[in-house]
């Protein structure tokens, strides 16, 4: 007959044990595991010399995908012509391409290399607090100013979505076993 193990302390202790295990572990840094530009040798039949040139043309064409998918939302939101007041109301020009994004976030530039996915699930959970913030301030402001397309579209689209990708995330970083399932 199997032998049952069991727990001291009091049912308090217990649930206050329980509950900071489910609580997502943020704030998270971590050594490159990876530096950026090193190529870890998997065996896939190929010299470490055309994986590293594989993976500089790779990135390459990664850089000019990103701009050029930058530059689509750039032109769309930028666009003039028979469609123009279709597509965009407020009139305003908006910023793009990666170098003007890098200059203008507010969200922290990561380390190049590769971290610990803990750690890189920490940093994506601080860079959607930022935005969140951001947001209900700037949701408070359009709403106040009257602008309710804006704020609609602020709250809507921008908070919820952020909210929601949050609570996927945090759900990665509790201290909480995996189980397995036999």
């Known amino acids: 007959m199997p032998t049952i193990a069991l727990e001291t302390g009091t049912a308090e202790t217990q649930s206050a044990d329980v509950m900071q295990r489910a609580r997502p572990n943020l704030h998270q840094h971590a050594h490159i595991v990876q530096p950026y530009g090193r190529i870890v040798k998997l065996p896939i039949a190929l010299s470490e010399k055309v994986c590293a040139t594989s993976v500089e043309l790779l990135n390459q064409i990664l850089a000019d995908t990103m701009t050029l998918r930058d530059m689509y939302k750039k032109h769309h939101w930028q666009i003039a012509g028979p469609t123009f007041f279709q597509l965009h109301l407020l009139g305003g020009v908006s910023i793009a391409m990666a170098a003007d994004v890098a200059e203008t976030t507010m969200i922290p530039r990561p380390p190049?290399?590769?971290e610990g996915a803990l750690a890189q699930l920490s940093r994506l959970l601080e860079a959607h607090a930022i935005v969140i913030l951001?947001?209900?301030s700037d949701a408070a402001k359009t709403n106040s100013l009257g602008d309710?397309?804006?704020?609609d579209m602020l709250v809507s689209d921008v908070l919820r979505t952020n909210e929601m990708q949050v609570w996927f995330l945090s759900e990665h970083l509790v201290d909480a076993p995996i189980t397995r399932v036999d």
């Open 112 to 114: 190049r290399g590769r």
């Open 148 to 151: 309710f397309g804006t704020n």
């Open 134 to 136: 951001a947001t209900r």
